[in-house]
Nanobody
C-alpha cells in the first residue's frame, strides 16, 4: 500500500508561481513512475506531467509545456510540480499518482492516488 500526500496548493494571481509537492510512503518510491493530474470543476481529470523513476524522462501536456516542471527527489520520496506563469485555466484540484508497476514512462497505469490539493488562479 502506498500513501501519497500532496501539498503546496493555494490561491494566487495570474502570472504567479506555485510548487506542489507529493510525498510517498514506503521504501520503493524510487522504482515508480510518477504523474501529476488535475481536475477542474465540471471537467474530467486530465494528465499534466509525468516523470520516470530516475527523473531522466519527463512528459507534459501541451498546455503546460514551458511553464510547468516536474522533478523528483528519491531520497525524500517526493515528486514536485513547479508551476510558473499560472493562468486562470490552471485552476483545478491537482493530484499526484504512482505507477508502482513501472519505473519508466510508457502507457502508465497509475494505481495509487493522493487526495489532491486545490490550486486557484485569479485573473
Amino acid at each position: 500500500q502506498v500513501q501519497l500526500v500532496e501539498s503546496g496548493g493555494g490561491l494566487v494571481q495570474a502570472g504567479a508561481s506555485l510548487r506542489l509537492s507529493c510525498t510517498a510512503s514506503g521504501r520503493f518510491f524510487r522504482t515508480y513512475a510518477m504523474g501529476w493530474f488535475r481536475q477542474a470543476p465540471g471537467k474530467e481529470r486530465e494528465f499534466v506531467a509525468a516523470i520516470s523513476w530516475s527523473g531522466g524522462s519527463t512528459t507534459y501536456t501541451d498546455s503546460v509545456k514551458g511553464r510547468f516542471t516536474i522533478s523528483r527527489d528519491n531520497a525524500k520520496n517526493t515528486v514536485y510540480l513547479q508551476m510558473n506563469n499560472l493562468k486562470p485555466e490552471d485552476t483545478a484540484v491537482y493530484y499526484c499518482a504512482a505507477d508502482t508497476t513501472s519505473p519508466v514512462l510508457a502507457d502508465n497505469d497509475y494505481d495509487y492516488w493522493g487526495q489532491g490539493t486545490q490550486v486557484t488562479v485569479s485573473s
